[in-house]
């Protein structure tokens, strides 16, 4: 409304509209060509954290041969050598990537106290639980925490993202 006020030409315009009279014909201005259309960014193949961190087990540590193997045939002495190299292996991959340490400084066997408001994510209470905390007990286990996360980035393909270990093909 306040255009129509300010500029006559324009007032016109929307009056022979109004009436019903047709539009003059005015030369079109040539359109700016369109900008081609932006990509949205590419994005990265992505891999499940579990599947990164089974594949460091399997190349550093053979875990999941280990694991799948069918163990009924061999000798307890077979499967404890086997068991010893993997287990090494698989404690260093655990040492390097997250750090571990006891949760509690308490030692095993020791008397601990649970704290009133604990988080049972820290603390499982068992056998012969009653009453309200704190609670009086025997250390147990004394639980882990990661003290750091690194895990390798995922730079494989999309089809590659559940590959824990890739067949290995001598050739002669």
């Given at each position: 409304m306040f255009r129509i006020w300010s500029d006559a030409e324009f007032a016109r315009k929307?009056?022979?509209?109004?009436e019903g009279k047709p539009l003059p014909k005015t030369e079109s201005k040539p359109e700016k060509p369109l900008a081609p259309p932006t990509s949205a960014p590419k994005e990265e193949p992505r891999r499940?954290?579990?599947?990164?961190?089974?594949?460091?087990?399997?190349r550093e540590a053979r875990f999941v041969d280990f694991i799948k193997e069918p163990i009924a045939a061999y000798s307890d002495a077979q499967i404890g050598a086997a068991a010893r190299d993997v287990h090494q292996g698989c404690a260093v991959v655990l040492d390097r990537l997250f750090a571990l340490q006891p949760l509690s400084a308490a030692t095993e066997g020791a008397s601990v106290e649970v704290p009133r408001h604990f988080d049972p994510?820290?603390?499982?209470?068992?056998g012969n639980v009653a009453g309200e905390p704190p609670f009086r007990g025997t250390l147990r286990h004394h639980g882990w925490k990661a003290t750091k996360f690194e895990l390798p980035a995922w730079t494989g393909s999309e089809a590659s993202a559940l590959v824990v270990?890739?067949?290995?093909?001598e050739v002669k």
């Open positions: 929307v009056q022979d509209l109004a499940s954290e579990a599947v990164s961190l089974l594949a460091v087990l399997q994510a820290q603390f499982r209470v068992m270990a890739p067949a290995e093909v």
